[in-house]
């Protein structure tokens, strides 16, 4: 008998034909066609990986996940990462010095590792932070002086520390020689096109050469030798000009980079954040920054060559011909879609993190007729000047070639069980009404399908010929979120959501090592109006051979779930609670009068199988 697996890739060859008819008349009932298809053809091991009971929508401060699992907290903002740093200070809610030792605030995308003395590490992004909160000692809920905007950008960058289980608990491992703070101070080096370039040089760093620290770092990535890839997204809040007269560029527009100070006051700390005095500050970040995890005196490298945009997560795959692959979004209002290509294959050099500074960034064109295309963007087909300028001003590149601007792309997957790669495109109020800061239309297309977007969905494709190399592919919708709820028109959503799986604003997103997608959310909380029935924010499974969706995990209030990572046996998940209480509505997780504080769970079976069993 042929197996299940081969039966869908034969049902993708055969997409061309259904595309004939979904040409005719693609709307979102012809996508729901689509996914009843899949799910009579593909009966495939659906039961393995829908084995639990799905949980109901619900507005609870807590985590509710199936009857079958448990969970406990691995580690919050503000939990100390020595011995020598005092707790978190409910009062205070520290001070900078504490902050700097202690892990930092908003933790996003996060990667395990092991490492050769079996320590297993998490590597974990801080976004940014809640001033309601972080500056809650504060009359103004903002940074009153030079310690305190300190304290909020020591609780920037990225956590690294080791956590262990003990009776069925993880817990972070204080003193740990593995665990490191990576803050906006910390010595980065600058690697590819870049690096060296007159506009990469600053007072501090005549030569061009390296960055300091890194901030905003959103979603993650890692490589196959073993590092971490940590994503700048909204590097140009933290930016202002004390000069009134401050005149900007069309370069600092496109990436929002403003003069007016919103309040972080970071440039009273720091010079460099003063536009006024430092132009070239902001071209040093935007970046995918690798670190490598295992060794804690390492210096990371921003990768100028995959591009500097508002970095969701990067994604690595190796092609069929031995090249690195990675899969990028920028996650603003019609942007784009990015993919690297390095120029060497990984079995050809030695120092292997030089396979992301050697390569070429294409832009994704999705044609309506479900076909699509990756632009290259070099100096000829740009019009830029060098590479350098490629590489710093890639908006600016990627508006000239005619690729599609996107429903805000958030995560990439790749499925390690077939050529099928999958991004979140959260949702676009802008869709068919506003263009892009570039000006870039923003048509209603194929891939963007609703005007003023507000559930979002996800989009698949395939590399051409199963290679991540070729510059084609096809694609289709896997779900179109919506609320049946509510509406019984394009915003009821695709066929695969019904009232039992409805979701806005997939954000997070992952494969597992089966094949199973997990979904995370960041959406609107508030159960109201088009949101009527969706509670708080969610993770839910995705059979992408079935089209079948199942909620797994609801969270607390006014969190997004962002974050995913399996232990090596898959007897545990590790989950993302990011700003639970955001609007002052929650005090998870340690409820009472306390602050509520972003964190990771630990998410087990009670019977200590494998997570989804
Ligand atoms: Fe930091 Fe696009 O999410
Ligand atoms: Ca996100
Ligand atoms: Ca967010
Ligand atoms: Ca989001």
């Not at 494969?511 to 993770?539: A, C, E």
């Not at 964190?599 to 989804?612: M, N, T, V, Y």
Request: glycine share 8%.
């Amino acid at each position: 008998m042929m197996s299940n697996a081969t039966k869908f890739e034969e049902l993708t060859n055969s997409l061309i034909s259904r595309r004939a008819f979904l040409k005719k008349s693609f709307s979102i009932g012809s996508l729901a066609l689509m996914s009843t298809t899949l799910g009579s053809i593909a009966a495939y091991s659906s039961q393995s990986f829908f084995n639990f009971t799905k949980v109901d929508c619900n507005n609870n401060d807590t985590i509710t996940l199936p009857e079958q699992y448990t969970w406990n907290i691995v580690s919050k903002w503000g939990d100390p990462m020595w011995s020598d740093v005092e707790e978190f200070d409910q009062t205070s809610c520290g001070s900078h010095e504490s902050q700097l030792k202690s892990v930092g605030d908003n933790n996003d995308g996060m990667e395990l590792f092991v490492t050769s003395d079996n320590k297993t590490l998490l590597a974990v992004n801080n976004e940014y932070t809640n001033h309601k909160i972080i500056f809650s000692n504060r009359k103004s809920l903002l940074p009153e002086n030079e310690e305190d905007i300190l304290k909020g950008m020591y609780a920037h960058g990225v956590s690294i520390f080791e956590i262990e289980n003990s009776n069925n608990q993880w817990n972070l491992v204080k003193d740990s020689k593995y665990n490191r703070r990576i803050t906006p101070f910390t010595k980065m080096e600058i690697t590819g096109p870049a690096k060296g370039h007159s506009l990469m040089k600053t007072k501090e760093d005549k030569d061009g050469i390296y960055a300091k620290g890194t901030w905003n770092n959103c979603g993650s990535g890692r490589t196959p030798w073993g590092t971490y890839l940590t994503c700048e997204e909204n590097f140009n809040n933290y930016f202002s000009s004390s000069d009134k007269n401050f005149k900007s560029t069309d370069e600092l527009h496109r990436y929002g980079v403003r003069t007016r100070e919103i309040g972080l006051n970071w440039a009273k700390a720091d010079s460099r954040f003063d536009l006024s005095k430092e132009i070239n500050e902001p071209n040093k970040v935007g970046y995918v920054v690798e670190i490598d995890p295992l060794t804690p005196n390492s210096t990371p490298k921003k990768h100028t060559a995959l591009g500097r945009f508002k970095h969701e997560n990067a994604e690595l795959v190796i092609s069929k011909d031995g090249k690195i692959i990675v899969y990028m979004g920028d996650d603003e209002r019609g942007e784009y879609l990015y993919k690297y290509v390095s120029n060497e294959s990984i079995n050809k050099v030695k120092d292997k993190s030089t396979l992301l500074s050697n390569g070429n960034l294409y832009v994704a064109k999705f044609n309506d007729n479900f076909t699509g295309e990756w632009l290259l963007l070099d100096t000829q087909t740009t019009g830029l000047s060098s590479k350098a300028e490629v590489c710093i001003f890639t908006r600016l590149a990627a508006s000239k070639v005619g690729a599609t601007t996107m429903d805000r792309p958030e995560w990439i997957a790749s499925n390690p069980k077939k050529n099928e790669v999958c991004c979140c495109l959260t949702n676009n109020k802008n869709r068919g009404i506003k263009t892009n800061k570039g000006g870039d239309k923003v048509d209603v297309d194929k891939v963007n399908p609703r005007k003023n977007n507000k559930y979002g969905q996800i989009v698949r494709w395939k590399p051409r010929d199963n290679n991540h190399s070729s510059v084609y592919f096809e694609w289709d919708l896997f779900v179109v979120a919506g609320n049946p709820n509510v509406h019984d028109d394009n915003n009821r959503g695709s066929k695969n959501i019904d009232k039992e799986n409805m979701f806005n604003s997939p954000d997070g997103l992952k494969f597992d090592k089966y094949g199973r997608l997990w979904i995370q959310t960041d959406g609107n909380y508030s159960n109201s109006g088009d949101f009527r029935g969706m509670g708080n924010n969610q993770m839910l499974i995705a059979d992408t051979n079935t089209g079948k969706i199942k909620r797994f995990m609801v969270g607390p209030k006014e969190c997004e779930v962002t974050g995913l990572s399996f232990a090596p046996d898959y007897k545990t998940v590790f989950v993302g609670i990011q700003h639970p209480g955001e609007r002052l509505g929650s005090n998870f997780p340690d409820n009472g009068n306390n602050k509520p504080r972003s964190c990771i769970i630990a998410i087990q079976k009670k019977d200590g199988s494998e997570i989804l069993t």
